[in-house]
């Protein structure tokens, strides 16, 4: 069995655990999660969005699976590609897009109905391009200099067009850009202005918002601005998820005995890990957060063994934002930051984050699989990567 897995499934075998685990904590997550959503859209049928959710799992997996055997490299060439391709389905969901909860966020496929989110394919894409752009700059501090620019712009296009519907993805993404061009060695002074400068255009975004409090610019506005003032009384979500939390206890009620899962809006995702909390215990919950700091430290371990800068940017760009993602959804659930619309990743039912997770986590596994295959490479991944290792 152990030869079995060690000849088909290469890779970091750490990474390969904690995906499985997650998964199968996501389905007992999500079937006990469904049952409000069930009784509104399936006449009580939960096992239509169980299927459903497995249906994504699975196509997932293999996703993951088929594209740790490819070549991380494959992604050098396309990534210009990638980014542009992004920003043209970003411009469409604005355009063509399917509105719910005054959020434009979803294209819909002719001919199949399938919907998905071109944030999650934009995030991806963006990601590919800032690690090659950072991997071609390393030589000298001239190509260094010009390498900020040539990410901003990009970066600016695609959080701008993210901002209006999904204001966290966007400021989630910016946090990733920021600490990878961090890494790449831009010149701290530009960060530290570019810093200051998102700073203050989100003060006005937030004074524009009250003085128009209309559509999710209000909506933000008055996330903020009850937490902020600590003000929740006519926050029913975050309530109901601290009423999930203060009444578990360290073991928990038991799968399926959450008291609160047919009140709490979006229990199957924004807030899934109160639900788990509640039924699954703090140690559980503390399992799962140890799981997704292990990503961290694992990605970190590959990146440092790997000499290619190409490799070691885009593995830990894409495990940051993984990251972020999960301590942001982990964080709204406990009552740290105001609510936002992030799911929890790997966990939390969904369509395309989960194929984009598990399709970024190949790419990891891809990197991983090259430390111990020789396969050429192009001048650029060639170079040393002196700032991380």
């Known amino acids: 069995m152990s030869d079995f897995f060690s ?13 499985v685990f997650l998964s199968i904590i996501s389905i007992l997550s999500v079937y006990s999660s469904i049952g409000d959503l069930a009784y509104k859209y399936a ?61 434009t966020r979803w294209l819909t496929i002719p001919g199949l109905g399938f919907e998905f989110q071109t944030s999650d394919v934009a995030k991806f894409g963006l990601i590919v391009y800032i690690a090659r752009v950072l991997s071609m700059s390393q030589e000298s501090e001239d190509k260094l200099d010009k ?21 966290s993805t966007a400021v989630l993404l910016l946090l990733t850009s920021i600490v990878l061009m961090f890494i790449g060695r831009i010149n701290t002074k530009k960060i530290l202005y570019l810093g200051a400068f998102l700073i203050v255009a989100f003060a006005f975004m937030f004074l524009l918002a009250k003085v128009m409090p209309s559509g999710r610019m209000g909506t933000w506005a008055n996330r ?45 995702s924004d807030f899934i890990f109160a639900i788990i909390i509640e039924e699954w215990g703090s140690i559980m919950a503390l399992f799962i957060l140890a799981a997704y700091l292990i990503l961290l430290y694992r990605t970190g371990m590959i990146v440092k063994k790997t000499s290619r800068t190409f490799a070691a940017f885009l593995a830990i760009g894409i495990i940051m934002l993984l990251v972020f993602q999960a301590l942001t959804n982990i964080s709204v659930a406990v009552g740290i930051i105001p609510v936002t619309g992030q799911p929890l990743p790997l966990v939390s039912m969904g369509g ?16 991983s699989r090259s430390l111990s295959e020789e396969q050429p490479t192009s001048l650029e991944e060639e170079e040393e990567i002196t700032v991380i290792s």
């Not at 395309?352 to 990197?367: P, R, Y």
Request: proline share 3%; hydrophobic share 50%.
């Open 224 to 268: 903020i601005e009850r937490f902020s003032n600590d003000n929740t009384e006519d926050d029913y979500q975050a309530n109901l998820a601290k009423v999930a939390i203060a009444t578990s206890n360290i073991i928990g009620k038991g799968p399926g005995n959450s008291s609160v899962r047919y009140l709490l809006p979006q229990a199957y």
């Open 43 to 103: 006449g009580g049928n939960t096992t239509f969005y169980l299927f459903r959710h497995l249906k994504f799992l699975i196509g997932g997996f293999i996703l993951m699976y088929l594209i740790h055997r490819i070549p991380y490299n494959v992604f050098f060439s396309l990534s210009q590609l990638l980014i542009v391709v992004a920003i043209l389905l970003l411009i469409f969901t604005l355009v063509l897009g399917v509105t719910k909860n005054e959020a």
């Open 7 to 19: 000849k088909y499934f290469l890779g970091d075998k750490v990474i390969w655990i904690i995906v």
């Open 147 to 167: 390498a900020f620019l040539k990410i901003l712009i990009p970066v600016g296009f695609v959080c701008a067009l993210i901002l209006p519907s999904n204001f």
């Open 352 to 367: 395309t984050s989960l194929l984009i997770t598990f399709s970024s986590l190949g790419i990891v596994l891809s990197i």
